[in-house]
């Protein structure tokens, strides 16, 4: 970037953002300027550019980095590990992105229906992932009593199941 297109602005901001913004950590970004300058890249970007699948899971992948390094680093630390939590790492920036892709103006109800094709296809999926840890019940979660959170899911796939048999 140019320093000659800069203009300086002054902003008077409460200790709580101060502090915020101090223990922020983004990639590149150090001091409080290199912060805010990147907030508001990432602010800009995000209202201003079209949201195709590629940047709407970058933003997805970037919004939970975070959460997955405190995770895993918390895992590390118990000597633990949740096959849940690191599925729905895997598989949501997925199933987000896709849903936060923007359609185009002028699409039509085929691609409306694909669109929909896709999310169904990435929710079952997720589905499915989960439904596995629970076949084998030890050792998918921190406890795996959460797994028996899957018991309405599961009574309602044989209510399904039974409907669909009596058609």
Same mark, same amino acid.
């Given at each position: 970037?140019?320093?000659?297109?800069?203009?300086?602005?002054?902003?008077?901001?409460?200790?709580?953002?101060?502090?915020?913004?101090?223990?922020?950590?983004?990639?590149?970004?150090?001091?409080?300027?290199?912060?805010?300058?990147?907030?508001?890249?990432?602010?800009?970007?995000?209202?201003?550019?079209?949201?195709?699948?590629?940047?709407?899971?970058?933003?997805?992948?970037? #919004?939970?980095?975070?959460?997955?390094?405190?995770?895993?680093?918390?895992?590390?630390?118990?000597?633990?590990?949740?096959?849940?939590?690191?599925?729905? #790492?895997?598989?949501?920036?997925?199933?987000?992105?896709?849903?936060?892709?923007?359609?185009?103006?002028?699409?039509?109800?085929?691609?409306?229906?694909?669109?929909?094709?896709?999310?169904?296809?990435?929710?079952?999926?997720?589905?499915?992932?989960?439904?596995?840890?629970?076949?084998?019940?030890?050792?998918?979660?921190?406890?795996?009593?959460?797994?028996?959170?899957?018991?309405?899911?599961?009574?309602?796939?044989?209510?399904?199941?039974?409907?669909?048999?009596?058609?």
């Amino acid at each position: 970037m140019n320093t000659a297109t800069r203009i300086p602005v002054s902003v008077r901001i409460t200790q709580e953002d101060a502090d915020f913004i101090a223990s922020l950590n983004l990639e590149g970004a150090h001091t409080p300027s290199e912060k805010i300058r990147e907030l508001l890249k990432q602010a800009r970007l995000a209202h201003t550019q079209a949201q195709d699948y590629e940047s709407a899971l970058g933003a997805m992948e970037k #919004f939970l980095q975070n959460a997955k390094r405190d995770v895993a680093r918390a895992e590390k630390n118990l000597g633990v590990h949740s096959h849940i939590l690191a599925r729905l #790492f895997e598989l949501l920036p997925d199933l987000a992105a896709t849903l936060a892709q923007n359609l185009p103006d002028d699409t039509d109800l085929a691609a409306l229906k694909n669109h929909e094709r896709e999310m169904m296809w990435r929710a079952v999926r997720l589905t499915d992932s989960i439904l596995q840890l629970a076949v084998t019940g030890k050792g998918a979660a921190y406890d795996d009593s959460v797994l028996q959170e899957l018991e309405n899911t599961l009574k309602l796939a044989e209510i399904v199941k039974t409907a669909r048999e009596a058609v």
